[in-house]
């Protein structure tokens, strides 16, 4: 219900009343979806509490990532065929996604550590969805033969789960023209667990 009065906030004439929807939804309903593992509904919730609590920061970053659209697309193909033969070359065939991070995410980066979007790279993530925790632990090995993990940035979330039960093998590498880039690795149904939590 939430989600949908989000996607629809265009519609209250009143900025003051969108505003404190926005900010309702961020404080709220945005930690409550991610406690209950919601992650896409988290995200969007985000995005568009985002849009109007910083519209000018919104904005500016919808048109910087808009910019190098082009390249992203391209850079995801090349990952995902460069992931997809590093991983036959060990009888894995599991579905490789690839994507851009949400707005709201690239936005906590900068503040966080106080950086510039240009200075920003790990903008790409990409996800592993496997058979079973085996071949995920596979995978992490097969990514890491190929690309050197950048320290301090793995996480076992399968061994440890997280309170809302969400799992995966979280780690960051320097993929090729040394880009750094985010992979999850999990299988079918903790992917399922992840995106629809609880529910």
Known sequence: D??????????????????????????IYAPLSDRMGMNHIRDELEDLSFRYMRPEIYYDLV???????????????QVIGDLEEQLKEVQLNPEIQGRSKHLY?????????GLEFEQIYDLMAFR???????????????????WKPVPGRFKDYI?????????????????????????????????????????
């Open 2 to 27: 939430r989600l949908h009065n989000m996607r629809t906030l265009d519609s209250i004439p009143n900025e003051d009343k969108r505003n404190r929807i926005a900010k309702e939804t961020m404080e």
């Open 63 to 77: 048109q910087k990532v808009n910019q190098k659209k082009k390249e992203r697309e391209e850079y995801v193909s």
């Open 105 to 113: 995410s690239i936005y906590k980066k900068m503040e966080q550590r």
């Open 128 to 146: 592993i969805i496997t058979n079973t925790v085996g071949e995920c632990y596979s995978a992490l090995g097969c990514i890491h033969a190929k």
């Open 159 to 199: 061994a440890l789960a997280k309170s809302n039960n969400y799992q995966s093998l979280h780690t960051t590498v320097i993929g090729p023209n040394a880009q750094r880039i985010e992979v999850q690795i999990r299988t079918e149904e903790m992917h399922l667990i992840a995106e629809r939590g609880i529910a």
